[in-house]
């Protein structure tokens, strides 16, 4: 007990506490900081929500409005060229959502598909997170990947590298041959423009740029 007594004697009880203050400051500091941020970008998506169901109820409204201000203030060529490529952007657009939509269906299908014939465990959960993520141009497939081989790696540590093997092959068939023809040709583009559209969106503008440069190539 005598180094224990002799150790508890010459600790710096002040400066330990003033440590364990400092410590807990900043961790409270940086918990409030995490909060604070979540809030707030939880409201400005709460916000984006209903400015969104406002515009879609007033979208006719908000179309004839628009409109008027093009013919009010602009010769009638521009104006007619104005809405003409309004209008062209709207329809890309739509048709490019419709085909990620079936393109993320393909893409989880296969999935689950390609997991049940070799006996993977969580086929349907992967295939659901694999069908999420496609909204996210070729990269999205790699983060539902990750996760597919971790929850493996917890159920069957054997299967895990069958599983990456399984989602890598059936990933790189949908990405070359699937996804090219399915949205680019749900906007009017050939499967090469459709990837160089997505590589040079995503070099530019990163993740947003990978998902809108296919509608906006196809727009130009």
Same mark, same amino acid.
């Given at each position: 007990?005598a ?11 002040? =400066? ?6 400092? #410590?807990?400051?900043?961790? *409270? =500091? ?8 979540? *809030?707030?970008? @939880? ?8 400015? @969104? ?5 007033? %979208?006719?409204? $908000? *179309?004839?409005?628009?409109k ?5 203030y602009?010769?009638?060529? %521009?104006?007619?060229?104005i ?17 990620? &939509?079936?393109?993320? &269906?393909?893409?989880? #299908? ?10 993977? +465990?969580?086929? #349907?959960?992967?295939?659901m $997170? ?9 990269? #999205?497939?790699? @983060?539902? &990947? ?9 159920? !069957? +540590?054997?299967?895990?590298?069958? &599983?990456f ?15 090219? !023809? ?8 050939? +499967?090469?423009?459709? $990837? ?10 990163? $993740?947003l740029? @990978?998902?809108?440069?296919i +509608? ?5």
């Amino acid at each position: 007990t005598a180094p224990i007594t002799e150790w508890v004697k010459n600790l710096d009880f002040e =400066n330990l506490i003033k440590n364990v203050l400092s #410590g807990a400051g900043t961790f *409270i =500091n940086v918990v409030v900081g995490t909060a604070a941020s979540t *809030i707030s970008i @939880m409201g400005t998506i709460a916000i984006a929500v209903v400015i @969104m169901f406002y515009v879609l109820l007033s %979208k006719k409204e $908000l *179309i004839r409005h628009g409109k008027k201000i093009v013919y009010a203030y602009l010769s009638k060529e %521009k104006a007619d060229k104005i809405v003409y490529v309004s209008k062209l952007s709207c329809d890309v657009f739509a048709k490019f959502l419709s085909g990620q &939509c079936i393109e993320a &269906c393909v893409l989880g #299908g296969m999935m689950f598909v390609g997991f049940w014939l070799f006996k993977l +465990p969580y086929a #349907g959960l992967i295939a659901m $997170l694999t069908c999420v993520s496609a909204f996210i141009p070729y990269i #999205g497939a790699f @983060m539902s &990947c990750a996760i597919g081989v971790v929850l493996t790696l917890i159920a !069957n +540590p054997s299967q895990a590298i069958m &599983c990456f093997i399984v989602y890598q092959v059936i990933q790189f068939i949908e990405n070359q041959f699937i996804y090219p !023809n399915v949205v680019g040709n749900s906007v009017g583009l050939s +499967p090469l423009w459709t $990837l160089i559209a997505v590589l040079v969106g995503g070099k530019l503008f990163g $993740l947003l740029g @990978m998902i809108f440069f296919i +509608p906006i190539v196809a727009v130009l």
